[in-house]
């Protein structure tokens, strides 16, 4: 549990990293912190949201999900409290990005390269899991 943790926290200081650089260049350098921890967010959600298109395509059958059923709140409070548990202390974060800092430029590239992986490997799956859902007539199951 603690390696997941740890990757997690890896992911959110590249993610962070990278939304810094950009930001400096584009000279926009304010609301770092959250800029990345919406991008970790949507990260979240539209993974949750693969694996409901997943569900859907495999039993053939909707959930119907809108914010009037109380089912969709608890994932987006699970994401938040895990925001709110991770990064909501300064200084617990300031030691990890002391310490993923440390870490030797090469396995940094190398991880920055893996979390571009992971980024794009949710995007295409949640496009390719809507991709899906296009393909079956749901007249069938109505």
Known sequence: MKKIKKYYHYFYYRIY???E???EQMGGKFLTEFKAGITVMAFEIWSLLSIYNYYTIITKQNLHLSFKNPLIYIPFI???LLKWQNFSSKEQWF???QQFDAL???VNKKGGWIVLGIAVFIILNLVFSFYLMMQIDWSKYR
């Open 95 to 97: 030691l990890y990005h």
């Open 17 to 19: 990293r990278f939304i």
């Open 104 to 106: 030797p430029k090469a």
């Open 78 to 80: 699970v994401i938040i």
């Open 21 to 23: 650089y950009t930001s």
